[in-house]
């Protein structure tokens, strides 16, 4: 088994636990209820409303369009961009909890199929003649190398624009997407330090979880869940105040003209 089937089946067995310990206690489905960043939408990292208000203009999504939300987790994002634009979404995840949910959420909005949800690496991303992409919190599961742009810019069929967030360890982390993106050759529109937003949404995520934690209904599951948020959130917290973790927001052109 090579490094990176090793390291992708460890990610698909955490998001796996962490999608039925979420989506299937209801401290779980109320956490991510009360971290959305616009009411209703549920998010799994740490997207904010300003992400989701930079996403729309940077992608220009119109109503005959279709996008791809990379690691699309339980498709709130897709949802919300949906909803905002009128424009397809194509969700991929590795985790098969999260697309069933997100599958099921999109039918119970009466948005299915303009959105729909497949299971799939974004290493491999489906050719539905998709016009731009987003990736919310999840390139930085991947080895992020010039490989997983060439392969959005062949699915974006060398045209469009990727829209995405991702974390960066170590006191001086670059844009992880910006240096891969400079390897092929491509340009960055945009690549903004979004650190604070970060400190802001762990805090919050991790008052939430302890909230829910003392208050009922305590399931075993819930229990769990807010165990494991509490944790992950104090290092993030940690790392993200000590300077050591930084979290990027940045717009990819593939081909086309210049701006
Ligand atoms: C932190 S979550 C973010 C989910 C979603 N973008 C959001 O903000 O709600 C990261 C997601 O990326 C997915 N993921 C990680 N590596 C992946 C890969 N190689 N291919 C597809 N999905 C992947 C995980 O299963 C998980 O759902």
């Known amino acids: 088994m090579r490094p990176t089937q090793l390291t992708g089946n460890a990610v698909r067995l955490y998001f796996e636990l962490s999608y039925r310990l979420l989506m299937d206690s209801p401290e779980g489905r109320r956490f991510l209820r009360l971290v959305g960043p616009t009411p209703g939408s549920q998010v799994h990292g740490y997207t904010t409303a300003s992400d989701l208000d930079a996403l729309i203009p940077h992608l220009g999504p119109g109503i005959k369009d279709r996008l791809l939300d990379l690691g699309s987790g339980a498709g709130g994002i897709a949802l919300e961009v949906n909803r905002r634009t009128g424009a397809q979404v194509t969700g991929i995840d590795l985790s098969a909890r999260a697309v069933v949910v997100a599958t099921a959420r999109a039918e119970a909005s009466g948005l299915h199929p303009g959105v729909a949800f497949v299971r799939g690496s974004i290493r491999r991303p489906p050719l539905v003649g998709a016009t731009g992409a987003f990736a919310l919190d999840s390139l930085m599961f991947v080895p992020l190398d010039a490989d997983v742009l060439r392969g959005i810019d062949a699915a974006l069929d060398g045209q469009g624009r990727l829209f995405a967030t991702a974390l960066a360890v170590g006191s001086s982390a670059s844009d992880p997407i910006r240096v891969a993106a400079d390897e092929l050759g491509l340009t960055t529109i945009v690549s903004e330090d979004v650190t604070d937003d970060l ?33 992950e959130e104090l290092v993030v917290g940690s790392l993200a105040h000590a300077g050591r973790l930084r979290r990027w927001r940045t717009v990819v052109r593939f081909g086309g003209p210049t701006d």
């Not at 919050?204 to 934690?213: D, E, G, I, S």
């Open 199 to 231: 400190r802001r949404t762990s805090r919050h995520r991790r008052r939430v979880a302890a909230y829910l934690a003392r208050r009922g209904p305590r399931t075993i599951r819930g229990q769990v869940a807010m165990t494991v948020i509490t944790a």
